[in-house]
C-alpha cells in the first residue's frame, strides 16, 4: 500500500537483457503477466505486489501506454468482479504512477464510462459498485486535468492551495463545489460496499469481503486530503463573503462530514484495515466556521500507511487451493441415518493445513529476500552517501576558484577605469565641441520623443472615451454588466490618473533636461569668459589666437540662438500640457455626470429586482398552495374510502401496511426538511412541494390499505385500526390546510402527523402473522434440522416396533400373536414406506434449491423463500409426531392397555402429514423432474400401507373381540319391548354424544388453525394455494412426542361431510 513518489532511475533501468528490443520485450511480458493476475475473475483483493509492478511500469516508460494497451483487451463486460478489480488497479495507478498516467486516461474516458453504465442498467452486487467506482474515476481525472496544481495523490502544501484557489472569490467558491463532488462520489462508494457487507466483523477476513473492501485504503486517502482542503477553503470564504450566502455550503460540509466521519468509524472496526492503513479520528463536530479563530483548532487527518516490504515473484511450486477437479461425490449408502449426517469428520485432511504450510514457506522466503534486498539499500545508500562527499568537496573547490577569479577581475577593472581616466583627461579639450554639438541632437531627438509620447497621449485619451462609452452602453443591459462597468471604470479612473502622472512626470523631466541644459550654458559661458580672459591675456601670442576668438564668439551666438529657441519651444509645450489639464477637467465632469446617470440606472434595476423578488416569492407560494389543495383531494378521497360500502371488499396484508406506514413516516421526515427550508428561504418552495407531493401519495396509500387490511382482522384491532386511519387522515388534512395559508404556514407542525403513523405501523406489527418472529437467517438450519429429526424419529419407530414385536412373541400365543404380528408388520411396512418418501423428498428439495437459488447460498434461498421453507418445516415435523405417536399406539394394543381405534386414528394422521409433506414439496418441483416421479409414487405407497395398517387393525379387532350370542329364550313380549326401548334410547344417547363429538372436534380444528397462524390475508396469497401454515414462535425445535402442526382426527373413518383430511398447508 506505500506510495511510490520518487523511483530512482537506476531501478527502472535495470532491465535484462542485451539490447533495447530484449529490454522491451521483457518489460511487455512482465506487465502483461502482473495486468492478468492483477486483473482476474477470482473474488479476491488483487495482491500488492502485481499492482506495484504495473506502476514501476508506468514509471519506467513515462505514461500508462503498455497499462491501457492490455486493459483494452480485458473483457470487463463479462465478468463484473473483473470491471471491479480493474476499477481498483486504475485507481492505484492514477494515484501512485506516472503523472503522464492522467493525460493518457483522458483518452480512455469514453471506456470507462461506458463500463460503468453496461453494468449500472445491470441487477448485480458488483455491478452496481463497478457503476459507482467508474463515476468516482471519471470525477477524479476531470479534477486533476482542470486543476493540474494538485497532484493525483491530492498531498499539497497549504502554500500550494492558497495558490490555486487565487484571490477571486468566485474561484474559491468554485474550487469548493468540485471537491464537495468529488467528496460525494468517494462517500457514495463506501456506502455502497458496506450496504452490500454483512454486519458481522468476520466478513473482513473473508476473501470476498477484502475484494470489495481494498478499494476503500485509496478512497480514504483521496478522503483525508479533500476534507483538510475543504476546511481551509470555507474558512476562507466565510472570511470574504457573508454567512447567509454560504449557508448551502455549510450544510453541504455538515453532511459529508458526519458520513466521512462515520466512513472511519466503521472502516476502524474492521480487522482487515488495521494491519494496512491507520485511519485518523475525525472530531466530535464539525469546524464553527463563523468564528474565524476555529481554524487555529483544525487538526489535519494525516493517514498513515505502514511500511511494508517488497515481495518478490511467486514460487513455480505452490498449490493452488481450489483449481483442481471437484471431488467425486460419495456412493449412495443404504442406510438413511448415514445419507442423512455424512460420514464421521477426521477421515481425511483439511485443505487448510496444507496452505497454512505453504504460506509458512512463503513467509520464510520472504523473510530472507527482505534481508537481501536491505543489504543491497545499505550498500546502495553507503555509495551515494560517498558520492555526496565526493561532489561537496569538488562544489568547495570551484567555490574557492571563483572567489579568486572576482578579485582578479576587480583588479583589472580599476585599471582599466584608471587608463579610461586618463585617456579622457586627454581628450577632453578636444571634445568640448564635439560634445556640445551632441547634446544639442540628444536635445532635439528628447524633443521628437516627447512630441510622440505627446500623440500617443492623445490617442490613448481618445482610446479610452471610446472604451468609456462602450462600457457605459454595456451597463445598461444587465446588472451583473454593472458591476463590470464599475471595475472597467476604476480601471479608467486609475488610467486616467497614471497618464496624468506621466505627463506631470515629462514635463517635471523636460523641465529638469531645460534647467540641466542653462546650466551647461551657464558652464561654457563661464569657460567662453575665460577663453576671452585668457585672450586678453594672451593677445601678445599672436593673431593665430583672435581667429580662435572669432571662431568661439560665432561658436556662442549659434548656441544663444539655439537656446532661445529651445525656450520657445518649452513655453509652447507648457501652453500645450495646460490645455491637456483643461481637456481632462472637462472630461472628468463628463465622467461625473455619467456616473450619477448609471447610479439612477442602478437603482431602478435594484428596484426592477425587489418587484420580480416580491413576484418570485408569490409564485412560489402558488406552487404550494397548488399542491397543498391537490394533496387536500387525495387525503379527502382516501379519507371517504373509510366509509365507503364498495371498499368492503377490499383486502391487503400487515406486511404491505407496514412497508406503507414504514414509506410515510419517512415522507414525514422529508416534509419538515422541506418546511424547514421553506421558512429559511421562501424564493425556493421545490424541496418542500417534493417532500408535500410524496407525503401526500404515501399517506393516503397508508389510511387505503390499513382500511383494506383492517376487514380481515378481528374486530377490536380492525376498530382500532380503522380509528387510528381517521387522526391520521384529520391531522394530514389539518396540515395540508395550514400550508395553504400565509400565516397559518409559519406555525405548520408536520411531526404532528408521526404519532398516527405510528400508532398504525404498531398495529401492522401486531397483525403479523406470529410465525414472523423467527428470524430468516435461521430457516435454512430448521428445515436441516427438522429433516434430520423426522429421519431419526422414524428410524426410532422401526426399531421401536421390532422391539414391541419381540416382546408380543414371548408374551403372547396363538390368535392374539397371530393378529398382534400382523399388526406389527404392516406398521414397519409403513414405517419403510414413510422412510423412503422422506428420502425421496429430501432429494427433490435439494434438487429445488440448487435450481432455483442461482448466484445465492442456499441460506439466502430459503430466506428469500421464507413461507415454502415453513410448510417444509411443519410437514417435517408433523411426520415425526406422527410415527412417534403410532408406535406408542402399537404399544399400548399389544400390552392391552389401548384401542384398535387409537391405531386408526394414528395411520389416518401419518396418511394426512405425508400428503402435507409431498404437497410442500411438490409445490416448486418442476413438472417433469424425476424425483417428482418418485415422490409421487412413494406418496401412493404411503397411502397404500396405511390402508393396511387400517384393514389389518380392524380384522384382527374382529378376531379378538368375543361377540355375545343374543338369547332371547325366557324373554315375554312386555321384556322384548322393553330391552328394545332400552337399546332405542342407548342408540340416541350415542347419536347425541357423536353429534357434540363432531361439533368439539370443528372448534378444536378451528383452534388450531387460529394458534397456528392460518389468519394469512388473501390479498397476498396466490389463487389457487392453501393458506400459511403456522411457523414456531422460537428456533428451537419441539419434541417429536409433542404435536406441531396437524390436528388430530377422533374418528375411525373419513368425515362424510369434509370428504378428506384436514392438513394445513404454507403460502409459497
Known amino acids: 500500500m506505500n506510495s511510490i513518489k520518487n523511483v530512482p532511475a537506476r531501478v527502472l533501468s535495470r532491465r535484462p537483457g542485451h539490447s ?54 480485458l473483457p470487463l463486460p463479462s465478468s463484473s468482479i473483473l470491471s471491479w478489480k480493474f476499477c481498483h488497479v486504475l485507481h492505484k495507478v492514477l494515484r501512485d504512477g506516472h503523472p503522464n498516467v492522467l493525460h493518457d486516461c483522458q483518452r480512455y474516458r469514453s471506456n470507462i464510462r461506458e463500463i460503468g453504465d453496461l453494468w449500472g442498467h445491470l441487477h448485480d452486487r458488483y455491478g452496481q459498485l463497478v457503476n459507482i467506482y467508474t463515476k468516482l474515476l471519471l470525477t477524479k481525472i476531470s479534477f486533476h486535468l482542470k486543476h493540474p496544481e494538485f497532484p493525483a495523490g491530492l498531498e499539497v502544501t497549504d502554500e500550494v492551495l492558497e495558490k490555486a484557489a487565487g484571490t477571486d472569490v468566485n474561484n474559491v467558491f468554485q474550487l469548493t463545489v468540485e471537491m464537495f463532488d468529488y467528496m460525494d462520489c468517494a462517500l457514495k462508494l463506501s456506502e455502497s460496499v458496506f450496504r452490500q457487507l454483512n454486519t458481522a466483523i468476520a466478513v473482513s477476513q473473508m476473501s470476498s469481503g477484502q475484494c470489495r473492501l481494498a478499494p476503500l485504503i485509496q478512497v480514504i486517502q483521496d478522503c483525508s486530503h479533500l476534507y483538510h482542503y475543504t476546511v481551509k477553503l470555507m474558512f476562507k470564504l466565510h472570511s470574504c463573503l457573508p454567512a447567509d450566502t454560504l449557508q448551502g455550503h455549510r450544510d453541504r460540509f455538515h453532511e459529508q462530514f458526519h458520513s466521512l466521519r462515520n466512513f472511519f468509524r466503521r472502516a476502524s472496526d ?75 469428520n477426521g477421515s481425511m485432511k483439511d485443505d487448510r493445513d496444507l496452505q497454512i504450510e505453504t504460506l509458512k514457506r512463503e513467509v520464510e522466503t520472504l523473510r530472507t529476500e527482505l534481508d537481501k534486498i536491505q543489504l543491497e539499500a545499505q550498500r546502495y545508500m553507503a555509495q551515494l552517501k560517498g558520492q555526496v562527499n565526493a561532489l561537496e568537496a569538488e562544489l568547495e573547490e570551484q567555490r574557492k576558484q571563483k572567489q579568486k577569479a572576482l578579485v582578479d577581475n576587480e583588479q583589472l577593472r580599476h585599471e582599466v577605469a584608471r587608463l579610461r581616466a586618463a585617456q579622457l583627461e586627454g581628450e577632453r579639450h578636444q571634445g568640448l565641441r564635439e560634445e556640445a554639438e551632441k547634446k544639442a541632437s540628444a536635445t532635439e531627438a528628447r524633443y521628437n520623443k516627447l512630441k510622440e509620447k505627446h500623440s500617443e497621449l492623445i490617442n490613448t485619451h481618445a482610446e479610452l472615451l471610446r472604451k468609456n462609452a462602450d462600457t457605459a452602453k454595456q451597463l445598461t443591459v444587465t446588472q451583473q454588466s454593472q458591476e463590470e462597468v464599475a471595475r472597467v471604470k476604476e480601471q479608467l479612473a486609475f488610467q486616467v490618473a497614471q497618464v496624468k502622472r506621466e505627463s506631470e512626470m515629462k514635463l517635471e523631466e523636460q523641465s529638469d533636461q531645460l ?56 513655453v509652447a509645450a507648457q501652453s500645450l500640457v495646460q490645455e491637456k489639464e483643461a481637456a481632462l477637467g472637462r472630461e472628468q465632469e463628463r465622467s461625473s455626470r455619467e ?6 440606472r442602478l437603482a431602478d434595476k435594484e428596484s426592477q429586482e425587489q418587484e420580480l423578488q416580491c413576484r418570485l416569492l408569490d409564485e412560489q407560494f402558488a406552487v404550494l398552495r397548488g399542491t397543498a389543495a391537490e394533496a387536500e383531494r ?77 376487514h380481515l382482522a378481528p374486530t377490536d384491532p380492525a376498530d382500532r385500526l380503522i380509528d387510528t386511519c381517521r387522526e391520521c387522515g384529520a391531522r394530514a388534512l389539518e396540515l395540508v390546510k395550514q400550508l395553504q395559508d400565509q400565516r397559518a404556514l409559519l406555525q405548520a407542525q408536520p411531526g404532528l402527523v408521526q404519532t398516527p403513523l405510528q400508532g398504525i405501523l404498531q398495529l401492522g406489527q401486531e397483525l403479523k402473522p406470529k410465525s414472523l418472529d423467527v428470524r430468516q437467517e435461521e430457516l435454512g438450519a430448521m428445515v436441516d434440522k427438522e429433516t434430520a429429526a423426522t429421519s431419526a424419529a422414524i428410524e426410532d ?53 440448487e435450481s432455483g437459488r442461482g448466484a445465492a447460498t442456499q441460506q439466502e434461498f430459503y430466506a428469500k423463500n421464507s413461507r415454502w421453507t415453513e410448510g417444509l418445516i411443519s410437514a417435517s415435523k408433523a411426520v415425526g409426531w406422527g410415527a412417534t405417536q403410532l408406535v406408542e399406539s402399537a404399544d399400548r394394543v399389544v400390552l392391552h392397555t389401548g384401542k384398535y381405534e387409537e391405531l386408526i386414528v394414528c395411520s389416518h394422521e401419518i396418511a394426512a402429514s405425508t400428503a402435507q409433506l409431498v404437497a410442500a ?28 395398517v387400517v384393514a389389518s387393525t380392524r380384522s384382527g379387532q374382529e378376531q379378538i373381540e368375543d361377540r355375545d350370542t343374543m338369547d332371547f329364550s325366557g324373554l315375554s313380549l312386555i321384556k322384548l319391548k322393553k330391552q328394545e326401548m332400552e337399546t332405542q334410547v342407548r342408540v340416541l344417547e350415542l347419536e347425541k354424544t357423536l ?20 389468519m394469512g390475508t388473501p390479498g397476498e396469497e396466490e389463487p389457487g394455494r392453501p393458506s400459511a401454515a403456522p411457523r414456531g414462535g422460537s428456533s428451537k425445535k419441539p419434541p417429536l412426542a409433542q404435536k406441531p402442526s396437524v390436528a388430530p382426527r377422533q374418528d375411525q373413518q373419513l368425515d362424510k361431510k369434509d370428504g378428506s383430511y384436514a392438513a394445513p398447508l404454507v403460502n409459497y
Request: aromatic share 4%; net charge negative.
Open 797 to 849: 419407530a422401526v426399531r421401536r416396533i421390532e422391539d414391541v414385536m419381540n416382546q408380543a412373541r414371548h408374551a403372547s400365543s396363538g390368535v392374539k400373536l397371530e393378529v398382534n404380528e400382523r399388526i406389527l408388520n404392516s406398521c414397519t411396512d409403513l414405517m419403510k414406506a414413510i422412510r423412503l418418501l422422506v428420502t425421496t423428498s429430501t432429494s427433490l428439495q435439494k434438487e429445488i434449491v
Open 515 to 570: 534647467e540641466k541644459l542653462k546650466t551647461e550654458l551657464e558652464a561654457k559661458a563661464g569657460e567662453l569668459v575665460r577663453a576671452q580672459a585668457a585672450l586678453s591675456r594672451a593677445e601678445q601670442s599672436g593673431l593665430e589666437l583672435s581667429s580662435r576668438l572669432d571662431a568661439l564668439s560665432a561658436e556662442k551666438d549659434t548656441l544663444s540662438s539655439v537656446v532661445r529657441q529651445r525656450q520657445a519651444e518649452l
Open 921 to 948: 414439496s411438490k409445490v416448486k418441483a418442476e413438472k417433469h423432474s424425476p424425483h417428482l416421479s418418485r415422490l409421487q409414487e412413494c406418496s401412493r405407497a404411503v397411502n397404500e400401507m396405511a390402508a393396511s
Open 270 to 344: 474492521m480487522l482487515y484495515f488495521k494491519r494496512l492503513i491507520q485511519i485518523p479520528r475525525l472530531p466530535e463536530g464539525p469546524p464553527n466556521f463563523l468564528r474565524a479563530s476555529a481554524l487555529a483548532e483544525h487538526i489535519k487527518p494525516v493517514v498513515v500507511i505502514p511500511e511494508e516490504a517488497p515481495e518478490d515473484e511467486e514460487p513455480e511450486n505452490l498449490i493452488e487451493i481450489g483449481t483442481g477437479p471437484p471431488a467425486t461425490e460419495p456412493a449412495v449408502v443404504a442406510d438413511l441415518f448415514e445419507q442423512t449426517f455424512g460420514p464421521p
Open 634 to 710: 387525495i387525503l379527502q378521497d382516501a379519507v371517504g374510502k373509510l366509509d365507503d360500502p364498495l371498499h368492503l371488499r377490499c383486502t391487503s396484508s400487515p406486511d404491505y401496511l407496514v412497508s406503507r406506514a414504514q414509506a410515510a413516516l419517512d415522507a414525514v421526515s422529508a416534509l419538515e426538511k422541506g418546511h424547514a427550508q421553506y421558512l429559511i428561504s421562501r424564493a425556493d418552495a421545490s424541496a418542500l412541494v417534493a417532500a408535500l407531493t410524496r407525503f401526500s401519495h404515501l399517506a393516503a396509500d397508508t389510511i387505503v390499505h390499513g382500511s383494506a387490511t383492517s
Open 995 to 1014: 353429534e357434540v363429538e363432531r361439533v368439539r372436534l370443528g372448534e378444536l380444528r378451528k383452534q388450531h388453525y387460529v394458534l397456528a397462524g392460518a
Open 595 to 600: 456616473k450619477g446617470e448609471l447610479q439612477g
Open 20 to 73: 533495447l528490443e530484449a529490454e522491451r520485450e521483457q518489460f511487455d511480458k512482465t506487465q502483461a503477466i502482473s495486468i492478468s493476475k492483477a486483473i482476474n475473475t477470482q473474488e479476491a483483493p488483487v495482491k500488492e505486489k502485481h499492482a506495484r509492478r504495473i506502476i514501476l511500469g508506468t514509471h519506467h516508460e513515462k505514461g500508462a501506454f503498455t497499462f491501457w494497451s492490455y486493459a483494452i483487451g
